[in-house]
């Protein structure tokens, strides 16, 4: 029986007016209101610096932002600043990171809202624009950067003020990497909410977070049926087991900002591999030894042993701090009521010889070919990643059996987070590397022998640019399960000026295809997110589409006839509008299915591509998970492409199929509007 609500019943004229509601409706145009005598209405002078110079700005504080920090610089190292008009303050250029100081914009009549650009480093107590009242200097609002240099809009109600004289202090007391703000394009009142181009801002940044709940709702980007993290970061999936009956689902977690730190294990279960319950921290580090110390609780790996919750991790110590000290061990947990964990034990204190790359990321599994328990570590050494193989019978005593594997010097120096399973009569491995500055999550099929694996065909797991990190386990249904990162360590985090970055995947069955390659689906309970019922067309040319609605989370399905198809491309537009959309493109000709994000919105732009192959019935399926800020793309011959994406607007949120230079059939199509994955604590 299931435990969620029986789907509601939706139309499509109830779907297509289903639009989200811009907060903003009742925005009024700002007029000059009661306004303090020689205030100014209408915002800051040169709000966005296109003067080309300070003009109207007043440095403060030190030399942080000289005049020249007013720059028309448009791209810098990891592509392009995304200003307007043609200057920006980009708060490196003046006197790069060590400097700090304050600069301060005219004084104004605060308006109902306020939003602008902001670029830069995060860190809220000591990099931010402030909103500072002139009558007793109270700071009323503030918002940090994004760790990136490109731009975010942050929309700021400022309607308590309303008419009150205000101004706008860009505060940098950070020194180091990261320590400087960028900022542009101050606009305030209707033009503040909307776009040159008529479209609606979403509503992004610190001030719009809820703080007294855990309220995942309110962040239009924040995933609806992924698992986040409520504020800090996450990374890996780690200890991904079924364990009495309940699917656990332990993560990579900084609690105290969304950028990477003092690793812990962030902790939720569930009860079908899609919902989760947020449990406490499993898994925390030790308390620093100096302020900058980064030890902490790598990733690692999950088994039930005899009734035991029992996870091997890597304990990483940062030799910086603890000179001596050996960065990267094993160590082993338990939790017997899947919550509570003793402090760990170090089972492997040493790496093996010939791991000078990396000692990390166990993955413990019970070999069915001698009946032990077998743990896989990542490793590397002169450039060629590799695998690391042990062998025990209690968990505890761990005997080095050698290299399981390694590669040629063309797959990364370091291979992380590995992963060795038996999948229908062949055995799987996977593993993560970096490759050139390009994040990959690879996979192998071949064969084990209880010692050595070899490989006998090499694929890329995921055609997409976001997924990383994948880890699998055998589930109580003997599926074969898993769940990845969804980013990478190259990827923009434009979630980060709203406190949080990372999600996971949507947990998928693998399987190999009759061709060899490693397949994927979505785990079969993710039918339990559909919120409504099915809005369908069959044996449609089809124009026109469909909106994700007011959750902005929806599966869409389609059924292409390729027989019938007469278009060589056809294009799924989906979180669409007139400015902003990402592209699937199906290529009859190549086979080429590519995932565009270059017009996405906000964060890494990028072509992805992968090759599929229609079923001998000449029909190509697409099953497409979309969420607030993720795309998941699964096709019927088990590719699939991920990536993560920002609409600007919240009126990106069409769905729309189109053909190019013929007519596109479909034998079927549906959107189904999903529902959260949050299980109340
Ligand atoms: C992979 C990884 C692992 C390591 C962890 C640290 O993304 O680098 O190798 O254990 O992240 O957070």
């Not at 994004?146 to 202090?169: C, F, K, M, N």
């Not at 399981?404 to 120096?413: I, N, R, V, W």
């Not at 096709?635 to 596109?664: H, I, K, N, Q």
């Amino acid at each position: 029986m299931s435990r969620w609500k029986a789907p509601r019943t939706i139309s499509v004229a109830a779907l297509l007016v289903a639009a989200s509601v811009p907060i903003s409706a009742n925005v009024t145009a700002d007029v000059a209101h009661a306004a303090p005598p020689g205030t100014r209405a209408g915002g800051p002078v040169n709000p966005g610096f296109d003067t080309g110079d300070l003009t109207g700005w007043t440095v403060t504080e030190g030399t942080a932002f000289g005049p020249a920090a007013v720059t028309t610089t448009d791209t810098y190292w990891g592509g392009p600043f995304h200003h307007r008009g043609s200057h920006h303050l980009w708060g490196f250029a003046a006197a790069g990171d060590d400097a700090t100081g304050t600069l301060t914009s005219s004084t104004f009549a605060a308006p109902s809202r306020i939003s602008f650009l902001v670029g830069g480093g995060w860190d809220p107590e000591r990099l931010y624009v402030a909103l500072v009242r002139d009558s007793d200097g109270r700071t009323l609002l503030k918002q940090t950067g994004p760790e990136d240099e490109a731009y975010v809009r942050i929309l700021w109600d400022t309607s308590a003020w309303l008419g009150q004289a205000v101004h706008l202090e860009v505060v940098d007391r950070k020194t180091g990497g990261w320590g400087h703000l960028n900022l542009d394009d101050v606009r305030t009142g209707d033009a503040a909410v909307r776009d040159d181009n008529g479209l609606t801002f979403r509503t992004l940044g610190q001030a719009n977070q809820p703080t007294a709940t855990r309220d995942f709702t309110a962040d239009p980007l924040r995933p609806q049926f992924h698992y986040t993290p409520y504020q800090g970061w996450i990374n890996d999936p780690n200890g991904v087991v079924q364990w009495r009956g309940r699917h656990h689902l332990f993560s990579q977690y900084h609690p105290d900002s969304p950028l990477w730190g003092p690793m812990h294990w962030a902790h939720a279960e569930g009860p079908d591999a899609v919902h989760w319950r947020e449990l406490p921290v499993a898994l925390a580090p030790p308390p620093r030894a100096t302020p900058t110390d980064i030890s902490g609780i790598f990733s690692g790996s999950a088994v039930d042993d005899g009734g035991t919750l029992t996870v091997a991790y890597t304990k990483f110590t940062d030799t910086a701090a603890h000179p001596g000290a050996t960065p990267e061990t094993v160590a082993v947990a338990t939790s017997t009521d899947g919550v509570a964990f003793t402090p760990g034990t170090e089972v492997i204190t040493q790496a093996p010889p010939g791991s000078s790359a990396g000692f990390r990321d166990p993955k413990v599994f019970r070999d069915p070919l001698d009946g032990r328990w077998k743990m896989v570590v990542g490793s590397g050494d002169g450039g060629r990643g590799k695998v690391q193989l042990y062998a025990s019978d209690d968990l505890r005593s761990w005997t080095y059996s050698g290299v399981l594997t390694e590669g040629d010097g063309t797959t990364g120096a370091m291979w992380e987070c590995p992963d060795l399973f038996p999948l229908d009569g062949k055995w799987v491995l996977l593993y993560s590397t970096n490759e050139g500055g390009r994040s990959l999550q690879r996979y192998a099929v071949g064969a084990y022998d209880g010692g050595r694996f070899t490989a006998e065909r090499h694929g890329v797991l995921d055609g997409g640019g976001d997924v990383y990190a994948a880890q699998s386990y055998r589930d109580d249904a003997g599926r074969r399960l898993m769940t990845a990162w969804m980013s990478d360590w190259n990827v923009k985090e434009p979630t980060r000026v709203g406190g949080w970055a990372g999600a996971q995947s949507l947990h998928r069955e693998l399987f190999l295809s009759p061709d060899g390659r490693l397949g994927q689906r979505p785990v079969a309970a993710a039918d339990s997110l559909a919120q409504g019922r099915p809005v369908t067309v069959t044996g449609k040319t089809v124009k026109g589409g469909w909106r994700l609605g007011r959750g902005d989370a929806a599966r869409v399905k389609a059924v292409l006839d390729l027989g019938g198809t007469t278009a060589d491309t056809v294009t799924l537009r989906l979180k669409a509008s007139a400015a902003e959309a990402t592209v699937l493109r199906y290529e009859k000709s190549t086979g080429t299915l590519a995932l565009d994000t270059t017009g996405a919105g906000y964060g890494t732009r990028a072509t992805y591509t992968t090759h599929v192959r229609p079923g001998a019935d000449g029909t190509l399926a697409l099953d497409v998970f979309v969420d607030r800020s993720s795309v998941e793309v699964f096709t019927s011959d088990g590719a699939a492409l991920t990536a993560r994406v920002y609409p600007r607007y919240r009126e990106s949120d069409a769905v729309e199929f189109t053909a190019e230079g013929g007519r596109l059939l479909l034998r079927s199509a549906s959107l189904t509007p999903l529902g959260s994955a949050v299980l109340p604590d």
